[in-house]
């Protein structure tokens, strides 16, 4: 009797063990389930966030492309105003000159006659 006694507690143990495996089993099964919940939905949240800094990013690119076509578009304005400017410099001296002959041209032709 003591010997079947002695079976069935080992069997008792047996048991204990493999439920406390099993508990410790479903643990670790709910554990996982919940880091691959959190790891699916990072990984989303991480997704949208890169995509959305992509757009962003893409659309200050844009504007400085944009900024950069104002920028160039006002300094050809400026050089076409400077080289304007330069020729009027260019025609108001050769007036200057021009004049300047004449006058004397005319003070000589005066002093010649007296």
């Not at 959305?52 to 200050?60: D, I, K, S, T």
């Amino acid at each position: 009797m003591d010997a079947l006694q002695g079976i069935v507690d080992k069997d008792q143990q047996i048991v204990d063990v493999l439920n406390q495996t099993a508990r410790k089993a479903q643990t670790t099964s709910v554990r996982l389930a919940a880091t691959t919940t959190h790891l699916e939905s990072t990984g989303r949240d991480d997704r949208n966030l890169t995509a959305q800094r992509l757009a962003e990013l893409q659309n200050e690119t844009e504007n400085l492309h944009q900024r950069e076509k104002q920028q160039l578009a006002k300094q050809r304005d400026l050089e076409a105003e400077v080289k304007e400017v330069k020729d009027g410099y260019l025609v108001r001296d050769g007036l200057i000159a021009v004049l300047a002959v004449l006058s004397v041209g005319l003070i000589v032709a005066l002093w010649r006659r007296k």
